[in-house]
T-cell receptor, first 114, second 112 residues
């Protein structure tokens, strides 16, 4: 099992460019999440999908959109990248079995916006 | 808004020393997880505690959930260089969205 995979691993964009970060999990998990991690800020939730067919905003959704393509895949799109979106992005998945809420993370995408 | 405060933010110790990392909140959580993150990688789950007062051990690591389920601690005995990393606590509030609230982490460096 690969667990949670993310592509690409690294990306450099110019201000105003768009891109989509891809995430897939092979653990048959119901819930999937997108986080960003910045120095001194910890992990902040951007969007999540509690189950296939649903998506909801997290703590910092502005400038992002998501698509839950199927149970396995959850993508994050930046329509018009800004330097403030320079960060490391992590995708996670969870079996969503209360009360455990255990999440499994991908290796991350390191994004730089110039 | 639920917040988790971790302390200390940074910790640098010598191999063989003991240490404790704390995770505190004013909110009650239905579960509390600890993750370790190494440079360039994603967080990896270490343990989940769900019952107030619960203690779990993972080799040299001991995790405790506070009686009121508002705080937790991670104790490492005889730290080794391989323990170096960012330790994150995360609280689950239950409900149907299964979201986690993360602390900002404790960056541990164990020097040989």
């Amino acid at each position: 099992n690969a667990g949670v995979t993310q592509t690409p691993k690294f990306q450099v964009l110019k201000t105003g460019q768009s891109m989509t970060l891809q995430c897939a999990q092979d653990m048959n998990h119901n819930s999937m999440y997108w986080y960003r991690q910045d120095p001194g800020m910890g992990l902040r939730l951007i969007y999540y999908s509690a189950s296939e067919g649903t998506t909801d905003k997290g703590e910092v959704p502005n400038g992002y959109n998501v698509s839950r393509l199927n149970k396995r895949e959850f993508s994050l799109r930046l329509e018009s990248a800004a330097p403030s979106q320079t960060s490391v992005y992590f995708c996670a998945s969870s079996a969503a079995l209360a009360p455990y809420n255990e999440q499994f993370f991908g290796p991350g995408t390191r994004l730089t916006v110039l | 808004t639920q917040l988790l405060e971790q302390s200390p933010q940074f910790l640098s110790i010598q191999e063989g020393e003991n240490l404790t990392v704390y995770c505190n909140s004013s909110s009650v959580f239905s579960s509390l997880q600890w993750y370790r993150q190494e440079p360039g990688e994603g967080p990896v789950l270490l343990v989940t505690v769900v019952t107030g007062g619960e203690v779990k051990k993972l080799k040299r690591l001991t995790f405790q959930f506070g009686d009121a389920r508002k705080d937790s601690s991670l104790h490492i005995t005889a730290a080794q260089p391989g323990d170096t990393g960012l330790y994150l606590c995360a609280g689950g509030s239950g409900g149907s969205n299964y979201k986690l609230t993360f602390g900002k982490g404790t960056l541990l460096t164990v020097n040989p």
